[in-house]
């Protein structure tokens, strides 16, 4: 009887030499086993069904929480978690999160480990925002589905979810940490007006400027030391801007890009938490956002997790550094709704 061969698999994304040393050894093999595999999507023409494959492995189940609702917008939807039990006096505080993906990819579930593990552990209703995507929906598009869903929560959510007003925070990662951040500085400004100031922010590898290049003229560093890391390579992140921002006039503007936002509109800001991973090359702008927080007079705790890829907060599944992320995330948002 013949035997069948069986073709060993080829890397698609290996793992640079020179990065190796400076990776986490529990990364460097969950990376070589499944990451190096996955297909580089920056490199092939562009197919939204790319969106239906399985997102990146490595993240954990979703914890049990008290409901799961979905309810719909103009133009999208929004996914709701309830913690159990019996709600507070006052209501549940209520974090609005927005996913990552380059604003080209992500659906209703892509945080839904994230979201019930913020539910589960701040004892917060969370609400996860679908919203649309590039490059079918460029921006600012994205920014006024964030705007939009904030409004939602000013007329909706003490009835419908039995929220409380004086208790709601902000929250995204990557691309959505971006979303966050601007909606965060435009909360003063929306009609109707909020009845209370946001109390926080939560931003975990966030992109706060779309006009670094690794050859601009003034480029954060990170974008030249952390080229070689994994995943969100240069090539990457500029295929994601140029998806989402592919008018080039516009990415100076602070609605894409609020590091560039004038110092008044960062005073009164919610206090925030931001978490960069040392080998990310948008590690530096998060720390240059945080020090104009701070310069702005806004109480900002910044954490770097070293030896840590831009996609750890993913994998706290199978590396103990995004176990530690994700913990040190709930335990912030927890103590900035009850202290």
């Not at 005073?267 to 978490?275: E, M, T």
């Not at 530096?284 to 705790?301: F, M, N, P, S, W």
Request: proline content about 9%; charged content about 20%; some cysteine.
């Amino acid at each position: 009887m013949s035997q069948v061969q069986i073709e060993p698999k080829t890397p698609i994304q290996p793992l640079h030499p020179s990065i190796i040393p400076r990776l986490d050894p529990e990364y460097v093999q969950f990376h070589n086993a499944h990451v190096q595999y996955l297909p580089l999507y920056h490199t092939l023409p562009w197919d939204a069904a790319y969106r239906n494959v399985p997102a990146v492995p490595g993240s954990t189940a979703p914890l049990e929480v008290g409901s799961v609702q979905d309810y719909d917008l103009t133009h999208t939807n929004f996914r709701v978690f309830t913690p159990p039990g019996e709600k507070p006096s006052s209501g549940w505080p209520l974090l609005l999160f927005f996913h990552g993906g380059g604003w080209t990819f992500g659906r209703i579930d892509t945080s839904s480990s994230f979201a019930s593990q913020m539910c589960i552990n701040a004892n917060c209703v969370v609400m996860s925002v679908n919203y649309r995507l590039a490059p079918e929906h460029p921006y600012p598009t994205a920014v006024e589905d964030a705007i939009e869903s904030l409004q939602w929560v000013v007329q909706h959510a003490r009835d419908k979810l039995n929220v409380d007003l004086t208790r709601i925070a902000v929250g995204g990662s990557s691309s959505g940490g971006n979303l966050a951040a601007i909606l965060a500085l435009k909360a003063a400004t929306l009609t109707p007006p909020l009845p209370h100031p946001l109390i926080f922010q939560l931003l975990l590898v966030p992109v706060t400027d779309n006009t670094s290049t690794p050859d601009s003229p003034s480029p954060h560093a990170s974008w030249e030391t952390n080229k070689h890391a994994p995943w969100l390579s240069p090539e990457r992140m500029l295929w994601f801007r140029n998806n989402y921002l592919p008018d080039e006039t516009r990415r100076s503007e602070w609605s894409a890009s609020p590091l560039l936002a004038p110092d008044e509109v960062f005073k009164g800001a919610a206090k925030c938490w931001i978490a960069v991973t040392e080998l990310d090359i948008l590690r530096d702008e998060g720390e240059r956002y945080a020090e104009k927080l701070e310069a702005a007079g806004v109480t900002t705790r910044l954490v770097c997790y070293e030896k840590a890829p831009h996609l750890t907060m993913s994998m706290d599944g199978v590396l103990n550094v995004g176990k530690r992320l994700v913990r040190d995330a709930g335990d912030a948002l927890k103590e900035a709704f009850w202290g």
